[in-house]
Each structure stands twice: as structure tokens, then as C-alpha cells.
């Protein structure tokens, strides 16, 4: 352990840009030892969410949707930001991650069993990312597409996938990576509590 590691200091911040999708702030720092980083740019996301739907058959359900930034069609997890509306509805992570599995497969669950939390980039980013397997699914209705949003589904067996990541076969966004691996982690202590 290094005790010599001192955060930053801000001498000036100020947005950069900003628009419904994203938050730039940009931050004049200095460092313990005296260095200036100047100017220092941090995305300012709300926090996100993202789920994974365990079947009742113990399949997953997985999303299939064009991600510009890498301009293709790629496997995920539900997912999104937390919005106000989540907020004024008490715990924003579990509103937002009901809201998203509803909005985007049109299922509603019963249990939601968190996962994990983790940060998306704690090196430019200032959110968190809140990952849950949402168990005892029912189909409630249709999806409700946000606008520009178009979602397929595939149902699958979590190993299958897993071992399709680890081949390089599919690549997903690395937090799904995590969640899917903490799901793999949680249903097995589950399955290992049931048979003593």
C-alpha cells in the first residue's frame, strides 16, 4: 500500500458542453507533488443500470442493438441511466433497472437481486453502474422503445455465453462482461445451497 497517494485538487471547473445525452466538465487540477493538469475532462453521467433476466427454464435474456460508437449490431444486457423520475421514486437504481426491463423486453420481475457496483471508468467518469439479476419474470405487455431505441431479444444459456466471451466469439461492453460473471457467481452458490 502507498500512503503517499493524494487525490487532486480543483483550482477551477467549469462545463464544457452539455446536451440531453452527456455532461463535460472540465477541471484544472493539481497534484500533491505540484503538477498541474489542466485542463482535465470528466463525463458527468447519471448513474446507469443494467439487468440480467433469468427465465424461468434458467435461460438468460439478452438484448441485441446497433451501438454507434462502434458502429455495430452487439449483444448486451438491459440497461440505462437513471432518471429523475427513478429518483423521486426512492432507491434509483432498482426504479431505473424495474423501468428498463420493462421499457426494453416488455417483462416485469418480481425479485431483483443486486450484483454488484462498479465504476464504468472511474478515470473520466463520475457515475457508477449497479448490476441485477431480476428473477421471477412475467410478460407484462409490449417493449416501449425510448425514441432512435430498437431492441432485440435472444434468449440463451448463461454458460454458452460466457464461454462465447471468453473465446472472442461475441464481445459485449465490459460491464455486462462483469454482470454476466457475477450472475454466473451468484446462480451457482445458489445451485450449491440447494443441494446440501
Not at 472540465?26 to 463525463?43: E, I, K, N, Y
Not at 429518483?87 to 423501468?99: F, L, Q
Request: negative net charge; aromatic residues 8%; glycine residues 8%.
Amino acid at each position: 500500500m502507498n500512503d503517499d497517494l493524494k487525490p487532486w485538487s480543483v483550482t477551477a471547473s467549469r462545463i464544457t458542453y452539455e446536451d440531453r445525452w452527456i455532461r463535460l466538465r472540465s477541471d484544472d487540477c493539481l497534484t500533491a507533488d505540484g503538477t498541474v493538469v489542466a485542463p482535465f475532462h470528466v463525463l458527468d453521467y447519471p448513474d446507469w443500470i443494467n439487468v440480467i433476466p433469468v427465465m424461468p427454464d434458467g435461460r438468460v435474456l439478452l438484448t441485441r442493438e446497433y451501438r454507434h460508437g462502434r458502429s455495430e449490431i452487439l449483444l448486451g444486457l438491459v440497461a440505462g441511466g437513471v432518471e429523475p423520475g427513478d429518483i423521486e421514486a426512492g432507491d434509483a437504481a432498482i426504479a431505473a433497472a424495474r423501468r428498463e426491463l420493462r421499457e426494453e423486453t416488455g417483462y416485469e420481475a418480481s425479485t431483483f437481486v443486486k450484483l454488484l457496483t462498479s465504476y464504468p471508468n472511474a478515470s473520466s467518469h463520475s457515475n457508477v453502474v449497479t448490476s441485477w439479476l431480476a428473477l421471477d419474470l412475467t410478460k407484462a405487455g409490449e417493449p416501449r422503445f425510448d425514441p432512435g431505441e430498437k431492441v432485440g431479444l435472444l434468449f440463451a444459456d448463461l454458460a454458452d455465453i460466457l464461454g462465447d466471451i471468453t473465446s472472442g466469439a461475441v464481445i459485449m461492453q465490459s460491464m455486462h462482461v462483469a454482470a454476466l460473471y457475477a450472475a454466473a457467481s451468484w446462480l451457482g452458490m445458489q445451485s450449491s445451497e440447494g443441494l446440501k
